[in-house]
């Protein structure tokens, strides 16, 4: 699937679903067994403060998508967007590797 593939969103719920991904991403990076087997501590400083502020910009989406009555996400809407968005890969990431 690709970016053309997205369905579609209300801004905030594509926003939502972007901050989503880079949560991911962080995460990610913070995962000591990822596949690279390479683990930069000063890299896991920032992708938590990173993080961080991720966590804040989903909050504020979150909050505006209250006050606007979005009460309801829809989350197979929702994951089908994420899919587009190469969303299969960058969870992987986030998994311990099979045990060898």
Known sequence: MSERDLPAL???EQEL?????????????LNPARDSGHFDPLGCVAAAQALAAEAR??????ELMRE???T????????RAMRAMDGE???ARVALPPAS
Do not use: K, M
Not at 17 to 29: I, K
Not at 72 to 78: F, K, S, V, Y
């Open 89 to 91: 890969r960058r969870t």
């Open 68 to 70: 606007r009555g979005e």
């Open 10 to 12: 209300t801004r905030a």
């Open 57 to 62: 910009a989903i909050a504020a989406v979150a």
């Open 17 to 29: 679903v972007e901050r989503y991904l880079r949560v991911v991403d962080l995460v990610a990076r």
């Open 72 to 79: 309801e996400l829809h989350a197979g809407t929702l994951a």
